[in-house]
């Protein structure tokens, strides 16, 4: 893909994002019309994680017929151009009224993550990044913490029942142990964010789909960050650990948390 499609297709996502963002706000701000069940335990779904999702693919169809789509709600084909789509990243916290929640658009070439756009619109925070061209949030430039010290560290791990329990808490354990502060806030592509723009220190959880990822791999990586072949293997189809973190403490985190 050439440069000149490639912005385009950057330009497009952060449109996107745009309408997007108004369409979720909508419903975020009237509680009554989330329509929220169960997808599996703690797993939430409203009404707005479909609705944004079916935007997002209609435009983008249009927009870019050639580029297949792959959403968490809907699934889809990987191709050598290929959309990554999480409408709500945080649905738990969105369906609570709680404002850290996101739409994440990733873009990638030939499995390599090139374009990524997350819109926290509650929070009024776009995030956006090109490979190669540094990571912004609201159209500043942003960078990774640069801390080494795992004392002074604010690590966020993420969770879900796809992992074991025992298996969570015991890297709670040994990242408390070390001397780190830990947090769980509730939407990971936020995490990889917030490792982006310094306010976390690292963001990992032991297993992750590609739709929390695709776009905050690459905000992340252009700040900075330490990051795992996410994408290795069957990283696209099936999910895979996730380790984001500032680089001074990444030898450190590979060793508390096993992921390499
Ligand atoms: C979840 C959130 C959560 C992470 C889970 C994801 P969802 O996505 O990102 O923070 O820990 O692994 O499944 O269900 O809110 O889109
Ligand atoms: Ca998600
Ligand atoms: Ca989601």
């Excluded at 169809?61 to 959403?71: E, M």
């Amino acid at each position: 893909m050439n440069p000149a499609e490639r912005n385009l297709r950057y330009y497009a996502a952060l449109g996107l994002a745009a309408e997007a963002s108004h369409l979720a706000q909508g419903y975020f701000g009237r509680r009554e019309t989330l329509g929220t069940t169960m997808k599996g335990a703690q797993d939430w779904l409203t009404v707005a994680d479909g609705a944004v999702e079916a935007f997002l693919r209609e435009r983008l169809s249009q927009l870019f017929p050639g580029d297949t789509v792959i959403g968490e709600e809907g699934g889809g084909e990987a191709s050598d151009a290929v959309w990554i789509l999480d409408p709500i990243d945080g649905t738990a916290n969105f369906a609570h009224g709680d404002r850290n929640w996101c739409i994440s658009i990733g873009f990638l070439v030939d499995r390599r993550p090139e374009i990524g756009v997350v819109a926290a619109p509650a929070l009024g925070e776009l995030y956006a990044a090109r490979r190669g061209g540094g990571a912004t949030l609201n159209g500043a430039p942003i960078k990774v913490s640069g801390g080494a010290d795992i004392a002074r560290a604010s690590i966020e791990l993420g969770w879900s029942t796809r992992v074991a329990a025992e298996r969570y808490i015991e890297v709670i354990g040994r990242t408390y142990a070390a001397g780190a502060a830990v947090k769980r806030s509730g939407s990971g592509t936020l995490g990889l964010c917030h490792v982006a723009d310094g306010s976390s220190d690292a963001y990992a959880e032991l297993h992750i789909n590609a739709w929390d990822v695709a776009a905050g791999i690459v905000i992340a990586g252009e700040a900075g960050a330490t990051i795992n072949d996410f994408f290795a293997g069957t990283g696209m189809a099936k999910g895979n650990p996730i380790l984001c973190c500032t680089p001074g403490l990444a030898e450190e985190l590979r060793r508390i948390t096993g992921i390499v």
